[in-house]
Nanobody, 115 residues
Framework: QVQLVESGGGLVQPGGSLRLSCAASGFTFSSYAMSWYRQAPGKERELVAVISSGGTIYYGDSAKGRFTISRDNAKNTVYLQMNSLKPEDTAAYYC?????????WGKGTLVTVSS
């Protein structure tokens, strides 16, 4: 079955960096777009970044210039490098893909940006 497992979250000071990973299994990873979403307390889930199967990338406004999405098809893993983190980046970060008209989400990894 499809599984998405995020890791790499934690507590970081403002201005710091984190790299999130999402390990995928149960499908042909290289054939599908992968996305990162986030949800802050009391807010709706929002798109952070998407990378297509061919490597085309889209960033949400909150990520532009600070975050980088990448994928390693040999490792079935998608990454989110986050730099210059701000307190407003505090959220649960989720990995997402859609295949065969069905949405799949990971359980999320928590990122807290605080001094």
């Amino acid at each position: 079955q499809v599984q998405l497992v995020e890791s790499g979250g934690g507590l970081v000071q403002p201005g710091g960096s984190l790299r999130l990973s999402c390990a995928a299994s149960g499908f042909t990873f290289s054939s599908y777009a992968m996305s990162w979403y986030r949800q802050a307390p009391g807010k709706e889930r929002e798109l952070v970044a998407v990378i297509s199967s061919g490597g085309t990338i889209y960033y949400g406004d909150s990520a532009k210039g600070r975050f980088t999405i990448s994928r390693d098809n040999a490792k079935n893993t998608v990454y989110l490098q986050m730099n210059s983190l701000k307190p407003e980046d505090t959220a649960a970060y989720y990995c997402y893909t859609r295949l065969r008209n069905k949405d799949y989400w990971g359980k999320g990894t928590l990122v807290t940006v605080s001094s």
